[in-house]
Protein backbone atom coordinates (compact mmCIF):
# COMPACT_ATOMS: atom_id res chain seq x y z
CA UNK A 1 0.00 0.00 0.00
CA UNK A 2 1.32 3.20 -1.05
CA UNK A 3 0.29 6.71 1.16
CA UNK A 4 0.24 10.00 -0.58
CA UNK A 5 0.27 13.13 1.10
CA UNK A 6 -0.32 16.63 -0.69
CA UNK A 7 0.64 20.23 0.85
CA UNK A 8 1.36 23.62 -0.26
CA UNK A 9 -2.19 24.60 -1.09
CA UNK A 10 -4.16 27.36 0.23
CA UNK A 11 -5.58 30.92 -0.74
CA UNK A 12 -3.53 33.42 -3.09
CA UNK A 13 -4.44 36.35 -5.33
CA UNK A 14 -4.35 36.63 -9.18
CA UNK A 15 -1.17 36.91 -10.68
CA UNK A 16 0.18 34.85 -7.30
CA UNK A 17 2.22 31.72 -7.01
CA UNK A 18 2.12 28.29 -5.22
CA UNK A 19 4.21 25.57 -5.13
CA UNK A 20 2.52 22.22 -4.53
CA UNK A 21 4.44 18.64 -2.60
CA UNK A 22 3.20 15.11 -2.64
CA UNK A 23 5.21 12.78 -0.59
CA UNK A 24 4.56 9.18 -1.01
CA UNK A 25 5.36 6.70 1.09
CA UNK A 26 4.66 2.66 2.02
CA UNK A 27 5.64 -0.23 -0.09
CA UNK A 28 7.30 0.98 -3.01
CA UNK A 29 9.69 -0.55 -5.13
CA UNK A 30 9.94 2.28 -7.73
CA UNK A 31 7.45 5.15 -8.77
CA UNK A 32 7.06 4.90 -12.73
CA UNK A 33 4.88 8.39 -13.39
CA UNK A 34 3.80 10.99 -10.57
CA UNK A 35 1.18 13.91 -11.12
CA UNK A 36 -1.15 16.59 -10.44
CA UNK A 37 -4.91 16.14 -11.38
CA UNK A 38 -7.11 18.83 -10.06
CA UNK A 39 -10.99 19.16 -9.84
CA UNK A 40 -13.18 22.09 -9.68
CA UNK A 41 -16.68 22.63 -8.36
CA UNK A 42 -19.23 21.06 -10.50
CA UNK A 43 -16.21 19.73 -12.96
CA UNK A 44 -14.87 16.56 -13.89
CA UNK A 45 -10.96 16.02 -12.80
CA UNK A 46 -8.94 16.76 -15.19
CA UNK A 47 -5.09 15.81 -15.67
CA UNK A 48 -2.41 18.99 -14.51
CA UNK A 49 0.93 18.02 -15.08
CA UNK A 50 2.69 14.56 -15.13
CA UNK A 51 6.23 13.48 -14.73
CA UNK A 52 8.19 10.21 -15.55
CA UNK A 53 11.20 8.80 -13.43
CA UNK A 54 13.18 10.13 -16.27
CA UNK A 55 11.88 13.31 -16.14
CA UNK A 56 9.88 13.74 -19.23
CA UNK A 57 6.61 15.88 -18.49
CA UNK A 58 3.30 16.53 -19.84
CA UNK A 59 1.33 20.09 -19.43
CA UNK A 60 -2.71 20.73 -20.06
CA UNK A 61 -2.93 23.11 -22.57
CA UNK A 62 -4.35 25.83 -19.85
CA UNK A 63 -1.15 25.64 -17.13
CA UNK A 64 1.65 25.19 -20.17
CA UNK A 65 4.24 28.39 -19.43
CA UNK A 66 2.67 28.77 -15.96
CA UNK A 67 3.19 25.77 -14.02
CA UNK A 68 6.18 23.45 -13.63
CA UNK A 69 5.87 20.21 -12.22
CA UNK A 70 9.70 18.48 -10.60
CA UNK A 71 10.13 15.71 -8.92
CA UNK A 72 12.82 13.83 -6.62
CA UNK A 73 13.35 10.55 -7.12
CA UNK A 74 15.35 9.57 -3.69
CA UNK A 75 12.65 10.99 -1.54
CA UNK A 76 9.99 9.86 -3.47
CA UNK A 77 8.28 13.26 -3.92
CA UNK A 78 6.88 15.36 -6.79
CA UNK A 79 6.38 19.34 -6.96
CA UNK A 80 3.67 21.73 -8.50
CA UNK A 81 5.45 25.32 -9.07
CA UNK A 82 2.11 27.67 -9.76
CA UNK A 83 2.90 30.76 -11.14
CA UNK A 84 0.50 33.73 -12.46
CA UNK A 85 -2.38 31.96 -11.10
CA UNK A 86 -5.69 32.59 -12.14
CA UNK A 87 -9.34 32.22 -10.69
CA UNK A 88 -9.94 29.15 -13.16
CA UNK A 89 -6.92 27.70 -11.36
CA UNK A 90 -9.34 27.28 -8.38
CA UNK A 91 -9.64 23.83 -7.17
CA UNK A 92 -8.98 20.35 -5.51
CA UNK A 93 -5.34 19.40 -6.53
CA UNK A 94 -4.40 15.87 -5.90
CA UNK A 95 -1.12 13.97 -6.70
CA UNK A 96 -1.34 10.43 -8.14
CA UNK A 97 1.54 8.04 -7.85
CA UNK A 98 2.29 4.78 -10.54
CA UNK A 99 4.32 2.29 -8.93
CA UNK A 100 5.21 -1.40 -8.05
CA UNK A 101 5.81 -2.59 -5.08
CA UNK A 102 8.89 -5.58 -6.13
CA UNK A 103 10.33 -6.15 -9.81
CA UNK A 104 7.77 -8.11 -10.74
CA UNK A 105 4.54 -6.44 -9.59
CA UNK A 106 1.90 -4.86 -11.44
CA UNK A 107 1.42 -1.23 -11.67
CA UNK A 108 -1.13 -0.07 -9.45
CA UNK A 109 -1.98 4.27 -9.27
CA UNK A 110 -2.80 5.94 -5.51
CA UNK A 111 -4.00 9.17 -4.90
CA UNK A 112 -3.81 11.81 -2.33
CA UNK A 113 -6.37 13.32 -0.13
CA UNK A 114 -6.14 16.12 -2.19
CA UNK A 115 -5.17 20.09 -1.06
CA UNK A 116 -7.22 23.23 -1.61
CA UNK A 117 -6.17 25.69 -4.10
CA UNK A 118 -8.42 29.29 -4.39
CA UNK A 119 -7.09 31.89 -6.22
CA UNK A 120 -9.02 35.30 -5.46
CA UNK A 121 -9.68 38.02 -7.61
Known amino acids: QVQLVESGGGLVQVGGSLRLSCAAA????????MGWYRQAPGKQRELVAG???????NYADSVKGRFTISRDNAKNMVYLQMNSLKPEDTAVYYC???????????????WGPGTQVTVSS
Open 51 to 57: ITSVGTT
Open 96 to 110: DADSIATMKSVPFTS
Open 26 to 33: GNIFSIRR
